[in-house]
């Protein structure tokens, strides 16, 4: 039971490459997230896509571009990378719960450390 | 402004012993809390969630306590073990500006020694 798996765990970039964080989950979830995690701070959303199809800004979304490839797959693209960027990213998604999307759990990918140089 | 502040920030403990985390959060409406520990170098893992009506909810070792008048949630740790050392993060699930959302906390760093 894979749950959700990113790719890649590691990336080091120059200022102004661009690079796709890949994301996949297999247990059916229409909700699904990226986060970003810097010290000190709380995870952080960048985007998220409630369903198939549909896409929002988070509270950081800048510097990021997203796609929902189809309902397993949320891809996450820095275009022109900064050091601002630098930090452990994380993909989620979130099951239903029991009332609703509210009690639902996110479930976590196991990160991507990004260093931009 | 931080909705969700948890303390410490850190601490250190002996195998064995116990120990008791804080969340307070200004976040309302107020939908539900989670407690997540998150490994070294690995995701968060949820270990319990409390909604509003909930008092105290159990998993294993582990014991949350939520106190929706005050805004304050708590996680006891019972006879700790190394396997415990991990940051654990307070998530509530709330609305800002009429949109539900979740708000992390920082997380408290927990270190057990042998």
């Known amino acids: 039971n894979a749950g959700v798996t990113q790719t890649p765990k590691f990336q080091v970039l120059k200022t102004g490459q661009s690079m796709t964080l890949q994301c996949a989950q297999d247990?059916?979830?229409?909700?699904m997230y990226w986060y970003r995690q810097d010290p000190g701070m709380g995870l952080r959303l960048i985007y998220y896509?409630?369903?198939?199809?549909?896409?929002d800004k988070g509270e950081v979304p800048n510097g990021y571009n997203v796609s929902r490839l189809n309902k397993r797959e949320f891809s996450l693209r820095l275009e022109s990378a900064a050091p601002s960027q630098t930090s452990v990213y994380f993909c989620a998604s979130k099951s239903e719960g029991s009332s609703g999307g509210n009690t639902g759990e996110l479930f976590f990918g196991e990160g991507s450390r990004l260093t931009v140089l | 402004k931080n909705q969700v502040e948890q303390s410490p920030q850190s601490l250190i403990i002996l195998e064995g012993k116990n120990c008791t985390l804080q969340c307070n959060y200004t976040v309302s409406p107020f939908s539900n809390l989670r407690w997540y520990k998150q490994d070294t170098g690995r995701g968060p893992v949820s270990l319990t969630i409390m909604t509003f009506s909930e008092n105290t909810k159990s998993n294993g070792r582990y014991t949350a306590t939520l106190d929706a008048d005050t805004k304050q949630s708590s996680l006891h740790i019972t006879a700790s073990q190394l396997s415990d050392s991990a940051s654990y993060i307070c998530v509530v699930r709330g609305s800002t500006s009429g949109t539900y959302k979740y708000i992390f906390g920082t997380g408290t760093r927990l270190k057990v020694l042998a």
């Open positions: 247990m059916n979830h229409n909700s």
């Open positions: 896509s409630a369903s198939e199809g549909t896409t």
